[in-house]
């Protein structure tokens, strides 16, 4: 058969992936075999492949890759996410372009076309995934809003509404001004920005004294309540029972004394706008404080305001700091560094905001989580996000589960005569619970909360849901695929996600929903910037598969991903993947290409075929070690180091025939069989390459996909001892020849002098790899040649038949002169007490280190002309 001189990666890669895909091997139905289960985090219905997804699915890949040839009942399940405010926002812009306006639609209307682009546009991301080479049970794909899942949702709410711990009511919340929504405290994200401190000063009511506040938003003293200050500040003890006025609307405000306020901070003195920060709010609660809501929904100030009313927000920062300024009330402006929350989803500064929404109680429903990371019941790969995680959750606050959207499941609440309502998991359902308090409600007077949920009160119950374990907890699925085995996600939705499964699962399973969380580092740039759009330091992920293939993007972004540590990428990444995909096929090639014929082995063959067997089972144990504790990257890295170094570079050249030569039909059968081996190996990290040259290596009707994984063999570790002691020595001697140029036709002579009982069952390994003409055993020195040491056996290569011993001669005395002269330089240095005493100490010791390079260099010379001479 012949083999094609390079590998064609994008004819492989749709070749199998449109046969493992026919053959059914990535489904899985519950049979009598164990179970091995990844559910994806779902990706957002909205996106596309970047490098955070190629990282972790390929992670996910290699798992469920090496499951299935384990024997397990692989099943890994895809799907997307609705990212209810993404999407919509997506909708909205689609909308707009079109010249229609969200708020001109009624719902049914808006949920049309937001249905409309999710079948047009969703699903892009899991057809990239397959470009991958992901191996997911697509028959299986999820969307976090199919009717079922959905559904799953819904019933949660109303149990959990039932048991008490969802609830209605006016609290402080993050408000998103772009996508109009509130947010939950894990979807704000805190950058360092820089501002302005605005020092602005409030007259005491009649007085002509000031009092002056320094504030970051000078556009909310419009909603200002109070001015608050230390009772043990001395500085205003004076101003007891006083009130200030705020300046451009003249407002009276009491001055309250409250000891939460800093002393030592600003001026002492700070003014307290309870509708527009949770710590006021709190504050204005505590005395009795009037709330002034200043803000629309979508950041322009309202008529509460008074002043700039209409006006976006930051617009009005900027005016109003003019006007405060030409009023004498801004006494100063100074720069500052501080902490901005923004939307994890549209990027928009947050304010803090009062508003009605559903919360869901965390206190004690958070606890079984908590406890079983920290006992290790699940356990978190590396170990040191335990601590963040304990950390969040042992200051776990009530969860705001309502967003203010139409995309996505709408709470299933139904008002009646105002307020008053019921949750049911439909209207019909709801009807009946509201006639048993007023048995005159008609199915015409429920109305509907506007509101849907959180994206996040649908993914939690993925492992769960996917399974329909919530609509019908016992049925054959989730009793055969729940708890799942792994999860590999990214530290960042360890909370918004990982955290919420785990409490679902202890809820609604009554057990953990996975055994391990495996979390992956950022995918950073060189510059050690995470990689994003906006930066346009993110390259394409697909461009980079067609390029390199989609199993050498997977060895790159793999060579260097420890779980939870960051991957600084860089495309040579990838091009060192593709340059070891060719490594493998041209190892292939030369196999194949090897002539075979009926004659003895040699013993030199042997002796490699018996060290490899050995150093293989080695490596295999180390590999499988590594996957155990979730080193995936280190288990890769075995498996490239045991093909380049050991199979390729020692194996091949201990036992490729001579140069138009045959080779023996066992040598062959062990080698081909040594490559199947390693084909098993690098399968879950390279599917396509193996799948290729699998087939091209017999013709068989058993894919490597499916096919089993090595079994660990007990090790002999003398033959690896022994084999290490000869590459030494081979090392030392193709030194000894690539600095005195002598061609490797020219046969040497190698004498050994043994001063330690070392084995000589290698020495035919050692006269082939560095094309000896005679291997000698001697009890004395031997003169005129150049000699090394390997552990203390002394080894001579006399080189008078194969250099110029009078050239060699001259350009080494030529070489000792000169290593002569700098020492003297050197030593110049280091004998002047001035400059010893006053350099810094670094270069002193460089300087030391020279020194003693160069006496190392002057022996090393002095022994060669000795030998020589």
Known sequence: ??????????????????????????????????AYTIVIPPPNVTGVLHMGHMLNNTLQDVLIRKARMQGFNACWVPGTDHASIATEAKVVQKLAKEGIDKSDLSREEFLEHAWEWKEKHGGIILEQLKKLGASCDWDRTKFTMDDNMSESVIKVFVDLHQKGLIYRGVRMVNWDPSAQTALSDEEVIHKEVNSKLYHIRYQIEGSDDYLTVATTRPETILGDSAICVNPNDERYTHLNGKKAIVPLIDRSVPIIFDEYVDMEFGTGALKVTPAHDINDYQLGDKHGLEVIDILNDDGTLNESAQLYVGKDRFDVRKEISKDLEEKSHLVKTEDLLNKVGFSERTDAVIEPKLSMQWFFKMDEFSKPALENVMNDTIKFHPEKFKNTYRHWMENIKDWC???????????????????????????????????????NITLSDLRQDEDVLDTWFSSWLW????????????????????????????????FFWVARMIMAGYEYKGELPFKNVYLTGIVRDKLGRKMSKSLGNSPNPIELINKHGADGVRVGMLLSSPAGNDLPFDESLCEQGRN??????NATRLIKGWEVADINQPESSAIAIDWFENKFQITLELINQAFEKYRISEALMLTYR?????????????????????IDSKTLDDTTLFLENLLKLLHPFMPFLTEEIWHLLAERDEDIIVSSWPKSKEVNQSIINDFDYATEIVSAIRTIRKDKQIPNKDALKLFVKTNEDTSNSMDSLVFRLVNLSELSYTEDAVDGAFSFRVKSNEFFVPLSDNIDVGAELEKLHSELD?????????EGKLSNERFVNNAPEQVVAIERKKQSDALAKIAVLEDQIKALS
Not at 410 to 421: M, V
Not at 477 to 492: F, G, I, M, Q, S
Not at 580 to 585: L, R
């Open 1 to 34: 058969m012949s083999i094609s001189k390079t590998y064609k990666p994008a004819s492989a890669e749709e070749k199998w992936y449109a046969h493992w895909l026919s053959k059914g091997y990535f489904n899985s139905k519950p049979d009598d075999r164990q």
């Open 401 to 439: 589960v309502s967003r203010q959207l139409w995309w996505g499941q709408q709470i299933p609440a139904y008002f009646y005569e105002g307020n008053n309502y019921v949750v049911a998991e439909s209207k019909e359902l709801a009807l009946k619970e509201a006639q048993k308090i007023n048995p």
């Open 463 to 494: 492992p769960i849901s996917v399974f329909d374990g919530i609509r019908n907890p016992d049925n054959e699925e989730v009793n055969y695929y729940y708890p799942t085995n792994d999860l590999v996600t990214a530290p960042e939705i360890l």
């Open 580 to 585: 070891f995909s060719n490594k493998i096929w």
């Open 642 to 662: 045991l093909v380049w170094d050991d199979f390729c570079s020692w194996y091949l050249e201990s036992i490729k025939p001579d140069y138009q030569k045959p």
């Open 818 to 826: 000169y290593t002569h002269g700098f020492l003297k330089s050197v």
